[in-house]
């Protein structure tokens, strides 16, 4: 284990440096486009909030059971914990291989758990300030307080309706991992809607609570590879935007410690 701290330090050293790459963001489009989310939200709210919050109460049984399933794929503890384990054991992994080529997919691997890590971490925190900050009640209380019933600063959680954390954490994850897997882009993003959904059809959050939490998951995500790929750490700046440095050589690092493939050329 005394191994683990060298190799963390490799990717402290990487981290400090400072970033010369990244492309100037956009604030006259970044504007724009919160404009829009807020002005969507707003009618979401207006039009869709109440009635889903009734609705969802005559919905069947059954429907609650499979959608409280569904909801949990948007719980941020086993995504720190897979990410985490993973990190610690490709870094040991590396720092014990000798095959240069073979390190570096190791370190890749590890790089990239420590960017799901460092998102699901970013999210989270956003989620938490905002959530308090906002301090909307929970339909469940819309009986007795209104489906728009705010007290900002509360730490109470049924006054934390939104933005969806669950929802947040999922869209967060499935921009991360679309980056890595593009081929499953629309496997990792049909998952995170139907987290969205689920928050709604158990009750927790409103739609436009949902909306808000997919929205602040992908800027969230977005801002933090920024900071990466600033560093060429396992992301990198490209003319189409952020890509993945090392496609192709984690697999083939991995079936050689399985002991079914040659290290990659």
């Known amino acids: ?63 609650y059971r499979v959608f409280s399933l569904i909801t949990q794929l948007g719980s941020s503890g086993y995504i720190f914990l897979l990410s985490f384990l993973t990190a610690c054991a490709a870094a040991l992994a590396a720092a014990s291989c000798r095959d240069l080529r073979l390190r570096e997919g190791l370190r890749l691997l590890a790089g990239r758990a420590l960017l799901v890590f460092a998102i699901a971490a970013t999210s989270g925190i956003a989620s938490q300030a905002l959530k308090h900050l906002v301090g909307r009640a929970r339909p469940r209380l819309i009986d007795n307080m209104g489906a728009f019933h705010f007290d900002p600063f509360s730490f109470t959680s049924v006054q934390a309706s939104f933005p969806s954390g669950h929802t947040i954490t999922a869209f967060a994850a499935a921009w991360t991992l679309a980056l890595f897997l593009p081929k499953w882009r629309i496997v990792l993003f049909s998952l995170a809607i139907l987290v969205g959904i689920s928050r709604i059809m158990v009750g927790a959050h409103y739609p436009a609570d949902v909306l808000a939490g997919a929205a602040v998951g992908l800027v969230s995500a977005w801002l933090t590879a920024r900071a990466f790929a600033g560093r060429r750490l396992v992301l990198e700046f490209a003319p189409g935007g952020l890509v993945a440095r090392g496609q192709g050589l984690i697999v083939p690092s991995l079936r050689v410690l399985a002991g079914a493939g040659k290290a990659p050329a």
């Open 1 to 63: 284990m005394n191994r683990l701290p060298a190799e963390a330090h490799v990717y402290f050293r990487e981290w400090r440096r400072r970033s010369h790459e990244a492309p100037a963001i956009n604030i006259g489009l970044a504007t724009g486009l919160a404009v829009v989310v807020l002005l969507l939200l707003a009618l979401v709210a207006w039009q869709l909030d109440a009635r889903a919050a009734y609705g969802v109460r005559e919905l069947p049984r059954v429907v």
